[in-house]
């Protein structure tokens, strides 16, 4: 048994008055909360240190630089750094990211990192599917701006090995794409951080309003099945600024059972152990890819991006 305590560290709404500072306390609360459990690893949501800024449209570059970070750890962040290496927990932390490239030119991400137990950082993954729309859209009654905020990231889905084992992670709206854990799981992943922040409002079809919390454990745990993998899901929930979140973050068996879950809307920590030998047991069966997969046969998934029906 390659055994891992992992804790879900959910947090509640976070004001757009918060400062970074107040946030991290909260998270330190959060990771200490994970030390008495004996996790030896916490997966805060995406977006961590901030609200969910991408509500509200924006022309001015300052306002909206103000919710990026430009180094991790930063001032801020790095009691987050020194408290988790103290106690020897690792963890994972949603952020907006701004990297500026060798020519100089500004590339904003929402970024995960994986921090091991010693405070080094061993992986970061950039959100790849950026959901909702880059200009302003009046008639939404909150904008979701986040590909007027985010670029995708170049990187694809890498994989590290930490913690024992195989690591990944996604973002959000990456987590309705089964290419996310599938490209993941081709490189052997056998635990997938996930962080969210998911309004329960969906203004362009308000009908899935009420199934947000039915798809948001659908995909996670179909994507632990299909890829023998497990799969941690972190949501920042409650009502932020006037907006609804999803909160329901679970951890999920690669058998697709959720062996975990926060019940309330707020700071909560679900803690599991988890087995990353267990993964085997989908992984050398009904989902031996090796053996079943017929990749010839999925070339459409890779060469073409939109639905192209078979002529009248
Ligand atoms: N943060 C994020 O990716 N949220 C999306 C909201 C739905 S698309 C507007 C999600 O997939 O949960």
Redesign the pocket.
């Known amino acids: 048994m390659r055994s891992l305590i992992v804790g879900a560290a959910q947090m509640g709404p976070i004001a757009r008055t918060e400062s970074r500072e107040q946030v991290v306390e909260r998270l330190l609360a959060l990771l200490r909360k994970s030390a008495e459990r004996a996790c030896q690893l916490v997966v805060f949501p995406?977006l961590a240190l901030t609200t969910f800024f991408p509500r509200w449209y924006t022309e001015d570059e300052a306002e909206m630089l103000s919710w990026f970070e430009t180094e991790m750890p930063g001032p801020e962040t790095k009691p987050l750094f020194e408290e988790a290496a103290r106690v020897g927990i690792g963890f994972s932390l949603g952020y907006a990211e701004l990297s500026i490239d060798e020519n100089g030119i500004k590339h904003r991400y929402n970024t995960k990192i994986l921090v091991e137990r010693d405070g080094s950082i061993v992986g970061k993954y950039r959100k790849i599917h950026i959901?909702?729309h880059e200009h302003n859209e009046p008639w939404r009654p909150f904008q979701?701006a986040?590909r007027l905020y985010f670029e995708p990231g170049p990187e694809g889905f890498p994989v590290w090995r930490a913690f024992g084992g195989i690591v990944g992670m996604a973002?959000?709206?990456d987590r309705?794409w089964p290419e996310t854990y599938r490209v993941m799981g081709l490189q052997g992943a056998e635990l997938i951080l996930i962080g969210?922040?998911?309004?329960l409002h969906?203004a362009p079809d308000i009908q899935q309003n009420p199934l947000q919390a039915f798809h948001n454990h659908l995909v996670m745990q179909a994507g632990a099945y299909q890829n023998g993998t497990w799969v941690v899901g972190v949501a920042k929930g409650g009502v932020e600024e006037g907006v609804e979140s999803l909160a329901h973050t679970v951890i999920i068996a690669p058998s697709g059972q959720i062996v975990a879950q926060c019940i309330t809307n707020g700071d909560e920590l679900a803690v599991a152990e988890i087995d990353l030998d267990f993964t085997k047991l989908y992984k050398d069966t009904v989902f031996n890819c090796d053996l079943y997969r017929v990749p010839e046969h999925y070339r459409l998934i890779s060469e073409q991006r939109g639905v192209v029906p078979p002529p009248e």
């Open positions: 995406e959901p909702g979701h986040e973002i959000c709206n309705r969210y922040n998911t309004p969906y």
